[in-house]
Each structure stands twice: as structure tokens, then as C-alpha cells.
Nanobody
Framework: QVHLVESGGGSVQAGHSLQLSCAVS????????MGWFRQAPGLEREFVAS????????FYADSVKGRCTITRDTARNAAYLQINNLKPEDTAVYYC????????????????WGQGTQVTVSA
């Protein structure tokens, strides 16, 4: 059983940066693909970024390309999402997800999810 715990969210002003963390237990992060998703009230959960199990491939939603970077740290067994130049439209609950092989954009294809961390960006 893979257990994920997000942290690093908060309330910030537009233009600031945040690094979200996802602590992973149950499996080495090097053996799983990781994804970040976000969900605003009343909207569907949407893809933000993902990294393959090898760590060699990363993917980003068009809305965050150039502002976000997904990374992982095998020593800490964690994944991270760096978000720069935050905008009010980035306001959402951010979730990390994991799967043995899948690193695509469909949230229903990920096996394990964290509880989410709130990001609120004010103008």
C-alpha cells in the first residue's frame, strides 16, 4: 500500500512561488510514477504535471508550462512540485498521485492519492 502525504500549500500573493511536497511511503519513489493534480471548487480534477518511474520523462499541462517543475528525491522518497509566478487561477487543492507505471493525464488511472494541500493565490 502506497501512502502519500502532501504539504507546502498556503496562502500567497500573485507572483510568489511555492514548492509542494509529497512524502511517499510503502514503495520506493524510484519504482512509481508520480503525478500532480489540482481541483478548484465546482470543477473537475485536472492534470498539472507528472514524472515517469524512471525519472527520465516529465509532462506538464499547457496552463503551467514554464512555471512548474516536477522533481523527485530518492533519498527522501518524495516528489515535489515547484510553482513559480503563481496566479489567482492557480487557486485549488493540489493532490499528488502515484501509480506503478502510469504517468499520464487521467486521474482515474492513478492508484494512490494523497489528502491534498490547499493553495490560495490572492491578486
Amino acid at each position: 500500500q502506497v501512502h502519500l502525504v502532501e504539504s507546502g500549500g498556503g496562502s500567497v500573493q500573485a507572483g510568489h512561488s511555492l514548492q509542494l511536497s509529497c512524502a511517499v511511503s510503502g514503495r520506493p519513489v524510484s519504482h512509481i510514477a508520480m503525478g500532480w493534480f489540482r481541483q478548484a471548487p465546482g470543477l473537475e480534477r485536472e492534470f498539472v504535471a507528472s514524472i515517469s518511474s524512471s525519472g527520465r520523462s516529465t509532462f506538464y499541462a499547457d496552463s503551467v508550462k514554464g512555471r512548474c517543475t516536477i522533481t523527485r528525491d530518492t533519498a527522501r522518497n518524495a516528489a515535489y512540485l515547484q510553482i513559480n509566478n503563481l496566479k489567482p487561477e492557480d487557486t485549488a487543492v493540489y493532490y499528488c498521485a502515484a501509480d506503478s507505471t502510469y504517468s499520464g493525464t487521467y486521474p482515474q488511472s492513478y492508484s494512490d492519492w494523497g489528502q491534498g494541500t490547499q493553495v490560495t493565490v490572492s491578486a
